[in-house]
């Protein structure tokens, strides 16, 4: 400002110089102000400080275009599908943070909300406290089962009258079972909890990568947080719930104990009478067995004395039967040969268990040959109720003629025989040496005889 008014004070006067001198012509005019026009203004530009010429702006280089940036209607349609599998939640308006890439794509991080259709359910054992109510029907359960051992030693009954077979657990009758396996059910059976409510919110989290090509958006290296969803999957949904499904409930709860406490009531009912009968039973056993073991005890004493009456019978029938004096005659057979025989019992001895006796052997038409003998007969009764008597021959007179010489010769002789019932004796008459050749032998025949008076032994 202050220049341009120094030029208006500076060209008045000159403007009045040069109306003092004469016309020039309009061009040499011209021309002569142009070249003195310079030379004021230089001279006015002489008196302007530099510090007050006008500084220059320098205007910003314009801004390049933004790329375009995917939008959530681009984005949203992948990140979806990966959540499809996730059918209990409802899917909310994705969010997005962008940040572009040097490569022209962009990483997104992304929030995709989700929301809980329904009331979300997992299968539980049943309250512990349920169990222990049940506990009550553990003492008849107990009794119900005891062996049979103990109700016998609660009525009295002796160990020895006890059998393995009574010592070993008494099942359930089938009512009773079945009462404790629904009692069982009752308090074990799983149960349906909620474990997440309906419209409960939860954000998943991740990040994705998107690029422009050709117009569309290419969604890849999608990363999803989905671990929350993953924990609720497992979960049955309420919809989901098997009929009759049992939903733990305050008013569930209750009824369930009630119906526990109804069973236990049914259970010990039940069970009284049983345990009271299998006592009773057992007192009825134990009773019986000992009426027959009485009974048992008195018929072998019985038996045992008719044994012994017909043991000591049967001694006296042989002590009398093969006593001094006794004579036994009758024959003797060997295919078609026979002949007469006699034994004549001289002196006895008795002992606890036989009668032992001397005696001779003879003809029985020739009494004056005859062997001596020694003799044993058993007190033994045989199955065929017979006793064995045994008897060696020793030396004596016979008839060498008659077949029996054979054993008479021999160093080995002996009789073989029985004593039956009836007093008479049979067997037969052979030597040791013949064991192999028993068609030998003599078969032994004798009934009981009068004694007659023999004639004296002529020895050989």
């Not at 001694?315 to 025989?341: M, P, Q, Y």
Request: proline share 7%; charged share 25%; aromatic share 6%.
């Amino acid at each position: 400002m202050r220049a341009h008014r120094h030029a208006q004070r500076t060209s008045t006067p000159r403007l009045c110089n040069a109306m003092k001198t004469r016309l020039i012509p309009s061009a040499l005019l011209l021309a002569t102000t142009l070249v003195a026009l310079p030379s004021c203004y230089e001279e006015e530009a002489a008196e302007v400080k530099p510090a007050e010429q006008p500084q220059q702006v320098e205007q910003p280089a314009p801004e390049p275009p933004k790329p375009i940036e995917p939008t959530v209607e681009g984005v949203a349609p992948a990140v979806q599908a990966q959540l499809a599998e996730f059918g209990f939640v409802a899917l909310g308006e994705l969010s997005m943070q962008i940040t572009p890439n040097p490569d022209e794509s962009f990483t997104i991080a992304i929030t995709q909300p989700t929301t809980v259709k329904e009331n979300l359910f997992t299968s539980q054992n049943a309250p512990a406290h349920f169990n222990e109510e049940r506990k009550a029907i553990n003492e008849s359960a107990a009794a119900a089962m005891l062996p049979e051992a103990s109700y016998l030693m609660q009525v009295g009954a002796p160990t020895d009258f006890i059998t393995d077979a009574d010592r070993a657990a008494t099942p359930l009758p089938a009512n009773l079972q079945n009462l404790a396996n629904e009692l069982k059910d009752l308090s074990e059976s799983a149960v349906y909890v909620v474990t997440t409510q309906a419209g409960t919110t939860i954000n998943v989290t991740g990040s994705l990568k998107a690029k422009l090509n050709e117009g569309n958006w290419e969604i890849s290296d999608i990363v999803l947080d989905t671990a929350a969803l993953l924990e609720l999957a497992p979960c049955t949904p309420e919809s989901a719930l098997p009929e009759g499904a049992a939903v733990m409930t305050a008013d569930f709860e209750q009824n369930r104990k009630n119906l526990i406490s109804e069973k236990i009531a049914a259970f010990n009912a039940e069970a009284t009478p049983y345990i009271k009968g299998r006592e009773d039973a057992a007192r009825t056993r134990m009773v019986e067995a000992q009426a027959r073991r009485e009974e048992e005890t008195r018929k072998a004493e019985e038996q045992a004395r008719a044994a012994a009456a017909e043991k000591e019978a049967w001694i006296n029938h042989c002590v009398a039967a093969i006593a001094e004096g006794k004579l036994f005659s009758g024959e003797w057979t060997r295919g078609d040969h026979f002949g007469s025989l006699s034994i004549q019992i001289d002196t006895t001895v008795k002992f606890e268990d036989s009668v032992q006796f001397i005696g001779r052997l003879y003809d029985t038409k020739l009494p004056e040959a005859c062997l001596d003998i020694d003799g044993r007969c058993s007190f033994e009764k045989n199955e065929d109720g017979t006793s064995r008597i045994n008897i060696t021959i020793y030396d004596g007179q016979y008839d060498p003629d008659q077949p029996t010489a054979e054993v008479y010769d021999a160093k080995d002789g002996m009789l073989e025989l029985s004593l039956t019932a009836d007093g008479k004796i049979n067997g037969v008459m052979t030597c040791a040496a013949w064991k192999e050749t028993p068609d030998k032998a003599f078969k032994i025949n004798m009934a009981p005889a009068e004694p007659k008076k023999a004639a004296g032994r002529k020895r050989r």
